[in-house]
C-alpha cells in the first residue's frame, strides 16, 4: 500500500492543486469531446478511439478527489539514473514495453508520453520531475490509464530535492556516473554522492532490484564499490571489452555485451553486436542507432526487462532493428547522405572519425552552437555564476575535440538567450585556431541548411546540442520553437530528396 499511501499524503498536503488529468478533460470537454457535470468528467462513448484517452474505460470518471478510484499497488515503476545516456534507457524501456503491449507511461527529458496527461507527447523537457505536484500527475495519469509500468528518468535535482525517496521502485537502474558532468551545477564530489544515495537504503518491502554496469570511467574499484550500495538484488553489466581492460573477471556479469567476431561494433547502418545473458543464452541485436555507446545503453534496457520478467530476446532484436531515439543520434539517411541529430559530441565523434577511417563515410561535418545566459524564465541554477564562469572552459573543449575528430565545423548559435551569439561563435572559432576550415552563421536554421547544401554524396553531418529540443532561447525573453529535425526534413523537402 505504499504508492497508496504516498498518494494519499501528497492529496492532503496540495489542496488546491489541479491535476493534469482534469486539466487534460477540460480540454477535451472544450472540443466537445467530453459530457461535463460540475467537478466531474465522463469519458464519451466517441473518446474510444482518441489517441490519449481510448484505452481508458469509458465509465471512468476523474476528478479533484481521485482517490476512491486509485489503483496503484500493482504498477511496477522502473527508476533510472546517471549522467549520460539515462533518457535513452527510460525512452527504449518504455517503447519495448508498449511494443509487446503493456501499458507504460514515460517521464523523460525526451518526452513525456502519458496517455491520460495534458502533456504533449513527443516534446523534449529539460527536466521531467520537478516538484511534488508532477509526482502526483504521474500517480494519477498511471492510475487512470491502469498503467502496468511507470518508466521516470530521475536527475540529480530530483534526488537532491528528496521528490523520489518515497517512491517503491521495482527497479533502479544506473548507466554511469562521470564526475564532471554536472560541474556547472554542483561539486563533483557531492555529485557522485548524489547518484549513489538512489541506492542507499532501499526498503526490504520494495523488493526493489538495482543495477549496476561496470561502464563509463568506472574502475575495478569503483565498480564493487557500487556493488555494497545496496542489499537488495543486484543485476549487474557491462562488456567484454570493458572488462577485460580493467581487469576484472566478465565472466560474473550477468548481461555481458560482445562484439560479433567477423564485425564492427559500429557502422554507417547503426551497431552489430550481441548479449550474453548469464553465461547461457544470447540476444543478437542489430539496430540502426548509431553511438558506441548506445550498445551498453541497450545492454541495460535488456537487464532492466529480465528484471521485470517480461523480456522476450526475439522480440526485442525485431525491437531494436526499427526504433529511432528522437534527438538522441536520431539517424536520417537521404540521397546518400547521413545526417545524425544529438546531443553530446563526445563520444559520439571519436566513433564517426572510426566510420572514415574505414572508408563507410567521406567527410565528417559538424553543426554545433553553445548556449549564452541571461533568458528570464531558465532556472536558477542556468543563471548560476559557476555556470557562467564555466561556459568558456566548456567552449574550448568541445572545440577542441572538434578539431581533433571533425573535417569542418559550422558555428552557430545554440540557445545564446541575452549573450551575443555573434560573440559565442567568434569565441568558439578561436579554439579552432585554424586546424580545420569552419564557417560561422549565427541563424541556426540556415546553419544545418547550408550544411545540407553544401553536403557531397557520402558525407555525415553531425547536428550537435539541442537534440529533440524545441525551446529556442534566442534572446533574454523571446524564443522561438522548432527542433533541429523539423529543419533538416524542410531542407529534404525542399531538396526534392
Sequence with gaps: MKLTKLYNELTNKHTNRESSINKHYKEKAEQG?????HQNFRVNESLKSNRFLGELNQNFEV?????????LENIKIIGVTGSKGKSTVAYLTH???EHIG?????????EIDSKASNKASKQACETSITNES??????EEASVYQAEYVVLEINESAIAQGLIKDIPFSIRALTNIEKSNSEEFMDSKIYVENKKSFFRNIPTEDRCVSIFGLTGSFTRDDFNELLSLSDNEIITYGSKYICENRNADY?????????????KLETLDGLRFSIKIRNSKEIHVETGIMGTFNALNITLVAAILDALGILKTVEFSDFLQGVNIPGRNEVIKTNNRTIVIGVSLAPTLEGFKKLKEFNEIDMLKVVIGSSGSGFKYWDDKFQSSRRIGLLATHREFAMNYVSNNADYAYLTSSDPAASNPTDIANEMNSYVDNRIPTQIIV?????IKQSILDSNPGDLIFIAGRGNRQYYCKSGTDFDLFTDLEVVEAVIKDLGW
Design 33 to 37: 469531446q467530453i459530457n461535463t457535470d
Design 63 to 71: 476528478s479533484n478527489n481521485t482517490q476512491s478510484n486509485m489503483s
Design 95 to 97: 517503447k519495448y514495453l
Design 102 to 110: 503493456k501499458k507504460s507511461v514515460l517521464y523523460s527529458s525526451i
Design 134 to 139: 508532477i509526482i502526483l500527475d504521474i500517480l
Design 251 to 263: 565472466t560474473n556479469i550477468d548481461f555481458l555485451l560482445k562484439t560479433n567476431s567477423d564485425k
Design 443 to 447: 541563424d541556426r536554421k540556415i546553419a
